[in-house]
């Protein structure tokens, strides 16, 4: 199943208690997807300037926000930071005790987080000689976007994937740059207004809980089988691109 939870910041200057705030919820957010998987948490946290903050362990979100390391890479927090990408993990594939496994995950400049399942990622890795490094399927998605030059050549080859997925990911080489898939699993962005930041968590009920429903809040109109591009110039000014793969290991659909 997994949790995909975390925060877009949009390029402003914000004071120490509106960064403080972000970084309470986005803990806050965290510790609630563990609904979604105990099996291993993380977060990265990536700047503008390409340097990233990657902190996972085995085990739940719960645990995870009490070890020191982990109060040492959310206090990194800053005007120079892009966006916060978190992860609860619900093993299916590779163990939780080989974190390489766990996520977010970087491949190459790529640092992301994903949920669900692709059935064929291992002939898929052959089929267009990606490296690897980790147990698990999704690693394919990262990898993929690694060695696409454009997005058309990574959604193009994208199609040939099977099975399950929603995902969020960035480049360190253009970390301004925040790539959301929402495919055919739960995935909901909400932007807030007072702090110019999109946050997301899989399921809606998160987010009603730590920013609740405001005049400064307003849900993102994200369809399922969208490829979303947001730039931290302005998060509200997207662009979506449909995505084609094969759910459920039988037809290729999109819906937008």
Same mark, same amino acid.
């Given at each position: 199943m997994c949790g995909l939870t975390g925060v877009l910041l949009q390029k402003q200057r914000r004071r120490k208690t509106e960064l403080h705030e972000i970084g309470c919820a986005a803990? %806050?957010?965290?510790?609630?997807?563990?609904?979604?998987? !105990?099996?291993?948490a993380g977060l990265?946290? /990536?700047?503008?300037?390409?340097?990233?903050?990657?902190? !996972?362990?085995?085990?739940?979100?719960?645990n995870l926000?009490? %070890? #020191? !390391?982990?109060? %040492? /890479? $959310? #206090?990194?927090?800053?005007?120079?930071?892009?966006c916060i990408l978190g992860h609860t993990r619900l093993k299916t594939r590779g163990t939780e005790m080989n974190s390489t496994n766990n996520h977010p995950i970087?491949?190459?400049?790529? $640092?992301?987080?994903?949920a669900g399942t692709i059935s064929n990622a291992d002939a898929l890795f052959r089929r267009y000689h990606l490296p690897r490094f980790? %147990?698990?399927?999704? #690693?394919f998605i990262f990898r993929l976007a690694d060695?696409? #030059?454009?997005?058309?050549?990574?959604?193009?080859?994208? !199609?040939?994937?099977?099975?399950?997925?929603?995902?969020?990911?960035?480049k360190i080489t253009s970390?301004?740059?925040?790539?959301?898939?929402?495919g055919?699993?739960?995935?909901?962005?909400?932007?807030?207004?007072?702090?110019?930041?999109v946050f997301y968590s899989s399921e809606e009920w998160p987010l009603l809980r730590v920013i609740g429903k405001s005049a400064d809040v307003v849900p993102l109109d994200v369809p399922p089988f969208t490829l979303s591009v947001f730039r931290t110039d302005d998060l509200l000014d997207f662009r979506q691109h449909d995505v084609f793969f094969i759910p459920g290991g039988w037809r290729s659909y999109s819906w937008s």
């Open positions: 803990t %806050e957010l965290l510790l609630l997807n563990q609904a979604r998987g !105990k099996d291993a990265a946290m /990536v700047r503008r300037d390409g340097a990233y903050s990657l902190f !996972k362990r085995p085990g739940p979100a719960a926000v009490m %070890e #020191e !390391k982990y109060s %040492e /890479v $959310i #206090e990194r927090l800053d005007n120079r930071t892009t970087r491949a190459g400049d790529v $640092i992301g987080a994903a980790a %147990e698990v399927d999704s #690693e060695n696409s #030059e454009r997005i058309d050549m990574f959604l193009s080859r994208l !199609k040939n994937a099977r099975g399950a997925m929603s995902a969020i990911f960035t970390p301004d740059t925040i790539y959301v898939i929402k055919n699993r739960p995935l909901n962005l909400w932007y807030h207004k007072r702090f110019r930041a």
